[in-house]
């Protein structure tokens, strides 16, 4: 197992998050199986960016983006250099710690965070 750090979001995760991951798996599936209920709206098939989040440490560790994900990141609320679509973005098995941005760009969503 690999051990996910979500640090602290108001609406999601208000004091933050220790996640057991299984390696292989997206982070996008880790969080959701860790109770921390992040958005996907295009239901993790790589077609906006809710489930953006921020790789803080251990992004080295993850495979490159493909070219699909770098040009819907560029849509993304918040990018930085770390940035990951986490639908995309697999656990291997070095520790992460993630954050998940305040906002995402969700047209459709009726979550109000």
């Not at 992040?38 to 098939?45: L, N, P, R, V, Y």
């Amino acid at each position: 197992m690999t051990r996910i750090i979500v640090l602290p979001n108001a609406s999601l995760c208000p004091d933050g998050a220790v996640i057991e991951a299984e390696p292989g798996e997206s982070i996008c599936d880790s969080l959701l199986a860790g109770g921390v209920e992040i958005e996907h709206a295009c239901e993790k098939s790589c077609a906006c960016t809710t489930c953006h989040v921020i790789v803080r440490e251990g992004f080295a560790s993850l495979e490159a983006a493909d070219e699909l994900e770098e040009d819907l990141l560029d849509k993304a609320w918040g990018l930085e250099p770390q940035s990951r679509l986490s639908c995309q973005a697999i656990v291997g098995d070095k520790e992460l710690t993630v954050e998940i941005p305040k906002y995402s760009i969700n047209m459709v969503s009726e979550v109000k965070r």
